[in-house]
Each structure stands twice: as structure tokens, then as C-alpha cells.
């Protein structure tokens, strides 16, 4: 009888379960890169890009900092009611964020203002009252404080910076830098022992965490850890110290009494030596027995119990937001701050995909909807607090379900993909043979779908936020038709400093996420250093599996390559982005090296070529009009695709083509989505695919078909492309079309839109606010009275079957 009584409560137990987490799975989100969302506990609105969050002391009050392109804000909450008491904007700011201890006080780096801001705490609002300079503000000076510390007693307040990448002591009370000591990379952030007698900093390019004797005022120790480790905590007694380490998925845990790292966590939700977890927050549990991280990426917290540090153990998983980027424990209480929010909302007055295609994840009256809409850069992926109780161990087990069923990356992944049929020319393991011999990836400039391809019969499409139609653009439109037609293509990055990284690294690092927004924002350099740069990229997985690469202007210029294994493997008579150069010029050069090499037999397995012209000047007097840019650029590629289909690799060649990223306008269904091409002897004719794709699973299937390994979680997640193949090669060539615009013709002077355009930087990609170019082009096309819609961002669109009703799609 007691084992029957065992099995019903059992039973029943697992029923509770199971109807908790179809709770939770009921409200999920899909995001365009194909990962998904069920946010747990409540949540509170915040702004663009948020990286940290201060507790004070005495746990009265939450402080957040908000980083993000568009306007950058710190936020004031209640702990106790956990409502918002204030809200202030500041010009220029970072993640650095501290209480004084007796909570009057609020100190926040002010960024490349190269200050920290002081606000007295008064009736529970933010009252500026000093600043404490650490030099001239950019650009007259780099400097950059992040993290920041503060000794109450003492009256000194640490800083770190990530741009001359020093240690500061600033004395309050006389507002002078009593020390400035080099680092020799960027710092992260700081933190004091509990006794203030060491300070520990992490060292984000340099895998390192620092510790500085206050007392001798000196360097004592420097402990090897992870790639980019960030965020730190320290358990109570000052014992351990936590450090996150980005690009490895892990938290390294130092005893600070031997210097030595006495564990590494694996936060990931698989053993993987991948990126894309991107573990970024620690935060231990007031009895310092259970740790929580924050992985960026996985959209989860990871908890392990570190009840007994060298033994410690994983426990589960919390599902967060969209890019969670710091957790804080307070009481029974996790206060997490998602950098992206919970979803990709649309805009509400502007085009809507509710009624054309039905968009999960948008809920009417969700007050975490967006009120004001803007370029896809800034305030369009506003950040959220998830404010989450601790789990007892059955909630955890459901969170870890919903967690596991939100990502699509599985081990399994890294040696074969899921779902690609038998036969088909893109192999389902790697290493398998396949029949396509030589892959060309062609990179573009900043398009989304509707700009493009709206026009295109068959495909989801907005005709009026069409820009550059088949007039404009007529080989892309006969590559779409002839070829394969793909309307459900996202791109993982949201502007070209990120897109590039994604496009090449199928990943972007956290460096590069938190650093991009400052330069977009036009308040300082952003992700400069090498530190922004991925562990691999595509070439090198070329290289290691002993496949030939060459590059055409991506990641190189004529005379040298940004990435040591370019080396030797760039082309010299061929420059990167530069809107001064044609690229049907860059073509004709392209076309020489690879008739050399076609003749020689040494043609590369892999080739990258940059296409950049898409991009436009705007109205700049005098230079080449939008038309006449995007009309080039799309010859040069119906060349392209001409040429190659013309030569003796035609049947065993393939072509991608996408977009780096969408940012330059509006799209009906998502900012993300953007228009992507491919072509070649065995992909299919007159096809229309609406597989949900992105930017990993265009590099997923290159890496399949030239038997390369994924470089990251998410090209191992993705769908590879396998539905556009035929199992037999078609040796049909495709023929270009002429330009039906003058590629000559310039923008007139003395106009209003010549006039937003003078002065503006075209000389590197983005330099200028998109925000700007998108008012530009789209009145350029559609006239100066016009009213150009917002870019919208809805909630991603479940995918949907092809065209292709035959066996090969079940």
C-alpha cells in the first residue's frame, strides 16, 4: 500500500511539473537567430543596453546603468517593492556602478566623458552633485573608466579603464588622481576584499585577474584565468574569488590565499570547447553556498552549488531575457539585467506582421513593449530586469527543462546536423564527401528584405518599403528566381562591427556586444582593440581542417590582413571597403586572380569577397547616388555569378551571398531580416524557400559541404540550407543583366538631403548613425516630403514549409 501511496504522489508530483513548465513554455518567445525565451519571475522595464547592477549595502536600493547606442540612462529601483524610484539620463557612461555604504550616494563611470559622476541619494531620487575627472573627455583624450570600487573609510575610489587600460586611485575629498598605474589591457571591472586591503581586477584582453595591495599600493599578483573574463564576486569571508570568463562558457574560482585557481565551472549546458555561452555575471547566495551566472547567450543563469569550492556542482538552469549580462542576489531574490529585453516587438504604429504572418511572442498591453521605436542600433531591443525568487529544487528542474528546450544547440550538433536528408549534396556529419568542390561567400553592406525584395512573387514581402527593386537591382531579382528565393533569412548581427564578426565567426564577443554602442552613439572609439575579435573564424577552421582559403577584401586590405591567418592569403590587387572603388571594379580584379588560378589548377576550396557599395553615400554632392551605388554593386555581382557559371567549377561550385547586417532600414516582419542569395551548379531552380535561416546557418552549411567543423554554439545550432540543393548538377549558365541606371550619375548639390550629408564619414563602414543614413535613402528614393517608417522589430515568425512538398522536406 505505501509503495502504491509513493507512486501516486510521484505521479502527481510530475504532473504539477509538467503543467508548470506548459506554463512557462505557453508564453514562449522565438527571436530571429533562432534561439527562444521563457523569462521566469516578473519583470521591470529598462533601457538601452544595460551592463550592470549596483546593491547598495543596505539593500534599500538597486542602481542600473544603461549603455546602450540611443539614450543612456541610470535607473533607481526599490528592493523592497521593487518599483522604480528614479531616472536619470547621463551623457556619456559605462558599467561602472557603487553605493557608498551608508546608501547616500551613487557613483557611475561617465564613459568617455572620462569622469565618475557622483549622485546624492535624497528622497529616494538621483541628485548630481560632483564629478571626478580622470582626464579631458574624448576625443581629446582615451581613457574609458569601467569598473569602479570604493573604500568609504579611506574616501578613495578605484577605477578601471579599457581604453588607456589603467588603475586609477582618486582621493574624494581633494578630487586628485593620488595614482595611475598601467595595466597592460583592458580593464573590466574591480572589486575590494572585504577588509579593503586587496583589489582584484579582471583584465579582459588579457585573460588575467590583478591584485593590488592597497596598503603598498602596488601589483602583488597577476592569476592566470579564461578568455575575457569580466564580472567578479567574492564569498563573504573573502576566501574565493568568482571570475567569469566569456568566451570559455566558464567561472574560474581563485583561493585567494594561494593565488591559484582552485576550479573551473563549466557554466555551458553541454561539455564544449565552443563558444556561446558567454558566461559575463557571478553572484553568490547570501549563505555563499550556490553561485549563479549569467551566460549571455544561452539566455540562461547557470547555478552550481560551491558549497565546497574544488567539489562544486551544477544544479540546473534559469531561463532570463534576451542576453542577460549581469545577475545580482539579493535575499531570496536574483535581479537580472537582460541586455536585448524578451523579445524583437514590432513596432505598433508602424507596419505590423499580425494579420500577414502571425508573430509569437507579442502580447497586447505587455508593459515591456517599447513605447518610442528606433534604429534597430538603439532603443529598438530595450533591456528588461527579470526579477526571479530563488527556486527550490523542483522549480529548478522545471526552469532547466524550458532552458534545454529553448536551445536549439545540442553536443550532438558539433559532428552532425540534424534533419539534412540522405544524399543531399550538403552532408548531415562532418568530414562526409560532398560533390560541391569550391564554396564563394560573397559579404554586402546593411539591407533588410523589404528594401530589396518585397517586389519578388512568391515571398513575404512589404512592397512599400521597397527602395532598391528589380529595377535597381535586376540580377539579384533573376539570381532570386532562378535560383532560390529566401524570405525567412535573418542575420545574427545588428550592425557592421558585429555583423562582420557574425558573418565570419558565427559569434560576436562580449567585448565587442557591450563596446559597439559607443562608437554607434558617437561617444567615443567603441570595440577597437584586438580584444573584439572572435577565438576563430571561418578561414581558420579552414586551415585546421586543411582546406584552401583566399579573401577578398573581408578582414584584409591590398596590403595586409587583419587576422594572422590571412596571412598569405589575401588578394593584393583587391581593396576592402572603400566607396570610392566600384565594385564591378573590384569584380574585374577578382575575375583576373581567378582565371589565374582556374588555369594554374590551384584554385582555393574557399573563397570570401567583400561587396561592399550597397552601403551608399547617402546624398553626398557629387558623389554616386544611392542608385547608382546599390546598381553596381548588384552588376558586379550578376558578373560574378556570370563568370563563374561560365567556367570549367561551375557544376561543383556554389555561391552565398548575404547581407552583413540589416540596419539601414525598415522591414515588415523583423529589423533582422535581410535579403541572402545562392547559386550554383547543384542549388535549385525556381525555388522558394521560407526555411527560417540566419547568418550560422549559411556558415553551417559551408562549413558541412567543405567537411569543417562548427566554430561556435550557434553555427552548430543552426539549420543548414540543405533544402536549396538538388542531388544532381545543373550546368545551365546564368546570363547578367545591364544596369538600367546610369552608374555615373551623382547627387545634385544645394539640396536639403546634400545638405544632412556634408560632412558625414563615409570612409569606413557606420561610422555615421544609421539613424541618419536610413531619413537619407529612404527620401532620396521615395522624396524629401516623405515620412519614412521606424524599422520594426516583431517577434520572430515560426518557420514554415517550403514550396517543396516532397520527401526530402519530411
Excluded at 121 to 133: A, G, H, M, S, Y
Excluded at 457 to 486: C, Y
Excluded at 600 to 605: A, E, H, I, K, V
Amino acid at each position: 500500500m505505501k509503495k502504491v501511496l509513493c507512486f501516486f504522489l510521484a505521479a502527481a508530483a510530475l504532473r504539477a511539473q509538467s503543467q508548470d513548465l506548459s506554463t512557462l513554455e505557453s508564453k514562449r518567445v522565438h527571436l530571429p537567430n533562432g534561439w527562444s525565451l521563457t523569462p521566469a519571475g516578473k519583470s521591470l522595464p529598462l533601457g538601452d543596453l544595460p551592463l550592470n547592477i549596483a546593491i547598495s549595502s543596505l539593500r534599500h536600493f538597486a542602481a542600473v546603468t544603461n549603455n546602450g547606442q540611443s539614450t543612456q540612462t541610470i535607473q533607481l529601483i526599490d528592493v523592497r517593492t521593487d518599483q522604480q524610484l528614479d531616472e536619470v539620463v547621463i551623457r556619456r557612461s559605462w558599467g561602472g556602478l557603487v553605493f557608498s555604504a551608508d546608501e547616500k550616494n551613487l557613483y557611475a563611470s561617465g564613459g568617455n566623458d572620462n569622469w565618475i559622476l557622483q549622485y546624492a541619494i535624497r528622497n529616494n531620487k538621483l541628485v548630481p552633485t560632483d564629478t571626478f575627472k580622470l582626464g579631458a573627455p574624448y576625443p581629446q583624450a582615451e581613457i574609458s573608466p569601467t569598473g569602479i570600487a570604493l573604500d568609504d573609510k579611506k574616501q578613495l575610489l578605484y577605477v578601471v579603464t579599457k581604453e588607456n587600460n589603467s588603475l586609477y586611485v582618486i582621493d574624494l575629498a581633494s578630487h586628485k588622481t593620488v595614482q595611475q598605474l598601467p595595466l597592460g589591457s583592458e580593464g573590466y571591472t574591480c572589486l575590494l576584499s572585504p577588509d579593503n586591503t586587496a583589489l582584484y581586477l579582471t583584465l579582459w584582453g588579457a585573460d588575467k585577474v590583478m591584485v593590488f595591495d592597497t596598503k603598498k599600493n602596488i601589483i602583488t599578483d597577476s592569476i592566470g584565468v579564461g578568455d575575457n573574463p569580466n564580472d567578479l564576486c567574492l564569498s563573504k569571508n573573502g576566501r574565493y574569488l568568482y571570475v567569469a570568463n566569456a568566451n570559455d562558457n566558464n567561472v574560474s574560482i581563485i583561493d585567494i590565499k594561494s593565488r591559484k585557481v582552485v576550479e573551473t565551472l563549466n557554466a555551458a549546458l553541454y561539455p564544449t570547447r565552443l563558444s556561446g555561452s558567454t558566461s559575463n555575471g557571478v553572484s553568490l547566495s547570501d549563505d555563499n553556498k550556490t553561485l549563479f551566472i549569467a551566460n549571455a547567450d544561452n539566455n540562461c543563469l547557470a547555478v552550481f552549488d560551491v558549497s565546497k569550492p574544488g567539489h562544486s556542482v551544477s544544479k540546473g538552469y534559469i531561463p532570463t531575457g534576451w542576453y542577460p549580462t549581469c545577475v545580482k542576489v539579493v535575499d531570496k531574490k536574483l535581479y537580472v539585467s537582460n541586455g536585448k529585453g524578451f523579445s524583437s516587438f514590432a513596432n505598433p504604429k508602424g507596419p505590423n506582421p499580425i494579420g500577414k504572418k502571425q508573430a509569437v511572442g507579442i502580447h497586447e498591453g505587455d508593459s515591456t513593449q517599447p513605447k518610442t521605436v528606433q534604429y534597430i542600433g538603439g532603443g529598438l531591443l530595450t533591456g528588461t530586469m527579470s526579477i526571479i525568487p530563488i527556486p527550490t529544487e523542483q522549480q529548478l528542474s522545471v526552469y532547466s527543462q524550458a532552458v534545454y528546450h529553448n536551445t536549439p544547440y545540442k553536443k550532438e550538433a558539433e559532428t552532425q546536423a540534424a534533419g539534412v536528408a540522405a544524399g543531399n549534396p550538403v552532408p548531415q556529419k562532418v568530414g562526409d564527401p560532398s560533390p560541391v568542390k569550391h564554396v564563394f561567400y560573397i559579404i554586402k553592406e546593411n539591407r533588410t528584405y523589404d528594401q530589396v525584395l518585397s517586389d519578388v512573387p512568391g515571398g513575404n514581402g512589404d512592397t512599400s518599403l521597397l527602395l532598391f527593386g528589380e529595377k535597381i537591382t535586376p540580377n539579384q531579382h533573376a539570381i532570386a528566381k532562378q535560383f532560390v528565393l529566401l524570405d525567412n533569412f535573418y542575420v545574427d548581427g545588428e550592425v557592421s562591427a558585429d555583423g562582420h564578426n557574425w558573418s565570419m565567426g558565427a559569434y560576436a564577443t562580449d567585448y565587442m556586444e557591450k563596446n559597439w554602442p559607443t562608437s554607434y552613439g558617437r561617444r567615443g572609439l567603441g570595440a577597437k582593440s584586438s580584444t573584439k575579435l572572435n577565438k576563430i573564424y571561418l578561414w581558420d577552421q579552414a586551415s585546421s581542417s586543411g582546406v584552401s582559403f583566399k579573401t577578398y577584401g573581408e578582414f584584409a586590405t591590398k596590403k595586409s590582413a587583419s587576422i594572422p591567418v590571412l596571412n598569405g592569403h589575401f588578394a593584393t590587387n583587391f581593396e576592402g571597403f572603400n566607396l570610392h572603388i566600384r565594385d564591378t571594379v573590384r569584380y574585374r580584379n577578382w575575375e583576373k586572380d581567378f582565371d589565374a588560378l582556374v588555369a594554374r589548377n590551384s584554385l582555393p576550396q574557399l573563397m570570401t569577397v567583400r561587396f561592399g557599395n550597397d552601403h551608399t553615400e547617402g546624398m553626398a554632392a557629387g558623389r554616386p547616388s544611392p542608385f547608382a551605388h546599390v546598381a553596381d554593386n548588384d552588376l558586379a555581382i550578376g558578373m560574378f555569378i556570370e563568370h563563374l557559371s561560365k567556367s570549367p567549377v561551375w557544376k561543383e561550385s556554389v555561391v552565398f551571398i548575404l547581407e552583413d547586417d540589416a540596419q539601414n532600414g525598415p522591414d515588415h516582419v523583423d529589423a533582422h531580416r535581410s535579403p541572402a542569395y545562392i547559386a550554383g551548379g547543384f542549388v535549385k531552380r525556381n525555388f522558394v524557400d521560407h526555411t527560417m535561416y540566419t547568418t550560422s546557418s549559411m556558415l553551417r552549411t559551408i562549413e558541412l559541404i567543405l567537411g569543417m567543423p562548427p566554430m561556435t554554439q550557434y553555427d552548430a545550432a543552426a539549420i543548414p540550407m540543405w533544402r536549396c540543393f538538388n542531388t544532381q548538377s545543373d550546368g545551365t549558365a546564368f546570363t547578367s543583366l545591364p544596369a538600367n541606371v546610369d552608374l555615373n550619375e551623382t547627387n545634385p548639390g544645394g539640396t536639403k538631403l546634400a545638405a544632412m550629408s556634408k560632412g558625414l564619414d563615409f570612409s569606413k563602414e557606420d561610422v555615421i548613425p544609421d539613424q541618419v543614413m536610413n531619413v537619407i535613402t529612404w527620401k532620396a528614393v521615395k522624396g524629401e516630403h516623405s515620412i519614412m517608417p521606424t524599422p520594426v522589430r516583431a517577434a520572430f515568425v515560426k518557420p514554415v514549409k517550403s514550396n517543396d512538398d516532397d520527401d526530402d522536406d519530411k
